[in-house]
């Protein structure tokens, strides 16, 4: 969905269909949800964890990684906070449980960055 044309079909997509949240995968980064989801098709936009290395950690990097992300897209709201696809089975539940918290603890609206 990176693509213009895709862009365009999703976008004419979104508002046939009333859609009034979107929800794609990791290729899709905290910045494009930010310009293309919220903003050019005024939709929220679910902010999938990226990196691959939530199952790795370690815990201080997947919390690092998940502030970074609401940091460019949660001003102003209309995101989505939410694992992309599947959580792997090799995936801690520490690891899991610290990239919730960051959710809970960081993620309040409205949203204040850096905090």
Do not use: C
Not at 34 to 60: H, Y
Not at 72 to 97: D, Y
Not at 101 to 106: G, I, R
Request: proline residues 8%; aromatic residues 8%.
């Amino acid at each position: 969905m990176t693509r213009p044309k895709s862009q365009e079909w999703l976008e004419k997509l979104t508002k046939d269909a009333n859609i009034i949240g979107l929800h794609l995968d990791k290729a899709h980064d905290a910045e494009w949800i930010k310009t293309i989801v919220k903003e050019k098709m005024g939709v929220a936009g679910g902010l999938p964890f990226r990196g691959g290395f939530l199952d790795k950690g370690p815990i201080e990097k997947i919390e690092a990684e998940a502030k970074k992300s609401l940091d460019i897209a949660a001003p102003g709201g209309g995101v989505i906070f939410v694992p992309t696809g599947q959580v792997l089975p090799s995936t801690p539940n520490e690891h899991f449980k610290g990239w919730i918290n960051v959710a809970h603890d960081y993620g309040t609206y409205p949203f204040v960055p850096g905090r």
